[in-house]
Structures are given as C-alpha cells and as structure tokens.
C-alpha cells in the first residue's frame, strides 16, 4: 500500500487535499493523471449502464437540498456510526473499527454491546488510554442555506446521491414516460463526517458515487437482481478488476439497512485486507412510499395492462468511484526485475489508462527527428486524444516512466523513420509496456494498428 500511494504522488495520480497547510484528513485531490483515469473511468460507466441501454436515464441532482428529504428518508434521525472516545485524549475512534482491530467481530452488536466488548476485553486506545462508552454520531455535514440562519434554513451535504434520483422520479415519468423496468443513473459527489477516515481513499469524507435506482414491478425483483449481479462483474471486467479478488458476501437478516430487504456486498482483496467495493441492494419500495407520504405527492407508474398506480420497487447497485480506481491501481501494479533492472508497471486497461499512446523523438536535440515526432504526435491526439509526449532523457527512462503510469504503447521516431534505411522510411517502433515487445509499423498503418490492440 505504501508502494501505491508512494506512486500515486510521485507520478500525479492523488495528492493529499491542502498539503501546504498540512493536510486535511479524509480529503484527497485528484492530479493530472488521476483525473484522466478518473474521468475515462466515468466515462466508461456511463457509456454501459446508461447511454448503451434502453431503459435507463441519466441525471444530475443537486447536492443541497430540502432538509425534509434526509428527515422522510430516515438519514437525520438514524444516520449514525458509533463513536467511542479516549477519555484522556479525547480523541474518538469508530467503535466497530476498534473491535475489530481487535479480532472481535462486531456484526449485529449494540451499541451495549459493543461498550461491553470493550471493557470486558481490556482494549485501550491507540494511546494506550481507556474508552469511554460508545454511543452514536450521525455523519451527516450540515449547514444552512440563505442569510438567516435558523431551524428553517438547515441544509445537508448529501450523504449518498440515491435521494436525489428518488425525489426527482415524478419529474423523469412526467417528462418521459418510461415504461417498467427502467432506472436512473448518476455520478456525484457525496459527504460523509467519518469520525476515523484511513486507508488512502478508500474511507474518506468527501467521495464521489456512481449509482443505479432500477424500478421494477414487485413480483420481478429476484431476476432483475441476479441480472444485476451478473453486470457489476461485466463493469469489473472492462476496468480490470480480476474476478479472482472479489468476493460476494450476503447481508444477513440482522445487519441489513433499514430500507433493504435484501443486500449483496462485492468485497475486494485490497492491499489492506478484504473490504466492500460494491453494494447490490433491493430497496423495495421504501423510499418512493416515505417521500410520497412526506411530500404530499404522488410517486408511481400507471400500469399500461391494468391502468393501476403502481409504486414500484426498487435495486440499487452501487458502485464506489474512489473505491474503484484504488482496486483498479491495487489490480494493475506490478514490480518485475530486481535491483537496478526492477521496474514498475501499471497494467492498465487501455480504455481507461490516463494516457493510450506516448510520442517521442530518439534524440531531442535533432531537429527533424523532432518535427517528425510532433506531427505525429499531433495526429495521434486527433485519432486517440489522451496521448502524451516525452522527450526527455534516454528512450530506456522514457519507457520506465510511461511503464510506471499505465501508457500502453510507446512510439518512436528515429533516424530510420526518416529514411536512414530506405526500406524502414515513414515506419516508427511501437513498444508494448506489458511485454516490453517492440514492432515496426507503417505510419500510415499505424492509426487501425493501435485500435486493434486496444481492443
């Protein structure tokens, strides 16, 4: 892990947020190849789920909203994690983090429960210091909107984006009369106040979610949820997220949330153990019936064959932005060779690496081998568009570093290209970052060469 985050710095994918003054915890920023990685992988979540299927729908709700859709939504009154704190530091830790630091699990524990476990097995704090009794923090960051600050004027940072889809549900039937089943899909930042984020940014405060609201017809949810099932192991598949690391762990009864009647977690073999990547939950109709009843209006579909109002229930995949790109780079990294042959390598699908083609000249300090290059390098940003140039150094550093952030091919001009050997004349090398392999190619073959390797 500290090998990855060492290479996400150094080579601009994640910095830490507000690192001049120090840091933030819990805040990451994206940089320059992050947010290229983060964008394709963006791109090619909505391109499956939305834009390539016919029942679905994109939107963009706001992050601020009325604060009764957190109160008819249950996140004000039961939107909570337990806290334990150091009564000498007073530091505060979650407390089902601590038991399990502990090798106690603390599924299906009370808070009681969890108090108990703490005393009776002697566990202290970080700082060797005794906890006090856990009790509960609610994560929402609330403020408050307008000039006049009251009980009218609270406001929230969303802590998920699945409310914005379900308020906004009448006005997506009203505008475009979707027939069941269909579903809406969006991509956005949430906010939780985690009371102990860790693990880079796997568990942070500010996040971005990339969720489905699927409304089906009752007697139809089990077939949809296992067709569910099957497409987030599609998705894992285009990003290269190996099935092999994922695993399905069934909710049980006890701990599911309060809207679900049924949840799958994926969990994925991250750096720092097994932990959720994905969630897959039937929601019923809980949230269209408690916003309905809230809100005055109604939330329902007119059955085509029967002309009965229906409120139709509700799958929800969720899938975790942040959470995909670390499984994707914890995926992708790879050391081969030792000592001073050893190299870094991301094997990054060449759909979302942050870079598909680097251009170089084999010398910079020749002029027409440097026109050369930046015309080709031009052209293939027409074709390819995310493709980078590097010049500097020798062509073996240049491999190594475009090895390091993912670029799957390399192209060099040299003296050949120019006709030094009349037989290689408009042909560059094309390097492989995953097998090191190097072929000539005709520039002119070089456009549909590079896509069937992309493939």
Known sequence: MEQLISLCKRRGFIFQGSEIYGGLAGT????????ELKRNI???????????????????????????????????????????????????YRADHILEQNNINPLGMNLDDMSKAISDNGIKSPDGNVFGEVRT????????VGAIQDETSISYLRPETAQGMFVNFKNVVDSLHPKLPFGLGQIGKAFRNEIAPRDFVFRSREFEQMEIEYFVKEQDWEGRFSDWINSMYEWMDLVGIPRSSVHELEVAKEDLAHYSKRTMDFEF???????????????????????????????YVVD??????????????TFGLDRTILAVLASAYHEEGEGDDKRIVLKLKPSIAPYKVCVSPLLRNKPELMDKARALHS?????????????????????????EIG??????VDFDTLGENTDLLDTVTVRDRDTGTQERVAISNLEQFLKEKMQ
């Open 137 to 144: 923090f609610n994560m929402m960051f609330h403020t408050n």
């Open 304 to 317: 085509d064959e029967t002309s009965e109002k229906v409120v139709p229930h509700c799958i929800e995949p």
């Open 269 to 299: 073999d991250f750096p720092f153990g097994r932990k959720e990547l994905y969630g897959l939950a039937y929601r019923t109709n809980f949230d269209l019936n408690n916003h309905a009843e809230a809100s005055k209006v109604g939330l």
């Open 42 to 92: 963006q791109n090619a979540w909505w391109k499956m789920f939305v834009t390539d299927r016919e029942d679905m729908y994109g939107v963009d709700a706001a992050i601020l909203m009325n604060q009764n859709v957190w109160k008819a939504s249950g996140h004000v009154g039961g939107f909570v994690d337990p806290l334990v704190e150091d009564l000498v530091t007073k530091k505060r």
């Open 407 to 412: 670029t799957p091919y390399c192209i060099v």
């Open 379 to 403: 052209a293939m940003k027409k074709v390819f568009g995310n493709v980078t140039w590097d010049d500097n150094g020798n062509i073996g550093k240049r491999y190594r570093r475009q090895d």
């Open 28 to 35: 990451w920023d994206y940089g320059p190849l992050g947010s």
